[in-house]
């Protein structure tokens, strides 16, 4: 069987105005209101209200955030302000080491006239043997003191 052997017929009709009121009922479909729930929402108020808000908000962080830039404290002084509680429990928190915390110290500023005053341990009554139970518990060789 050949293309050509094959008849034309046309077996789709259409009714004879179709085409003339088809693009006014696409109009009517598009432009059916549908119901709306709720309260309508105007934009125009949401700027009237967000504006001031806006603006509000941003003055209270411009006068309520301290500038750390124009501020004339040291570290050092911003630290002392600082619980020693606080710091305590702050460097048991983190995963910061002992070696850690010793590495970053400066010894050769720190002012230890406490060992001319009187000796360290002068109050305290241990012997021999609870001092080296004392070492064995804190992992320190005598070798070492």
Known sequence: MKLEDIKKDTIYTVPDTYFDQLPTRIQTRIYKKKPVFGLPFHWNLAYKIAGPVLVVLLLIIYLGVPRFGNSELTAEE???????????????????????IIEAVDFTNI?????????????????????????????IDNDLL
């Open 111 to 139: 002012d230890l006239d406490f060992y001319d005053q009187e000796p360290i341990m002068q109050h305290m009554q241990m012997n021999e043997k609870d001092i080296d139970a004392l070492l064995d518990e804190y992992g």
């Open 78 to 100: 911003i630290l002392a302000q600082v619980n020693t509680e606080d710091l305590v429990a702050y460097l048991q928190t983190t995963d910061i080491t002992t070696d850690e």
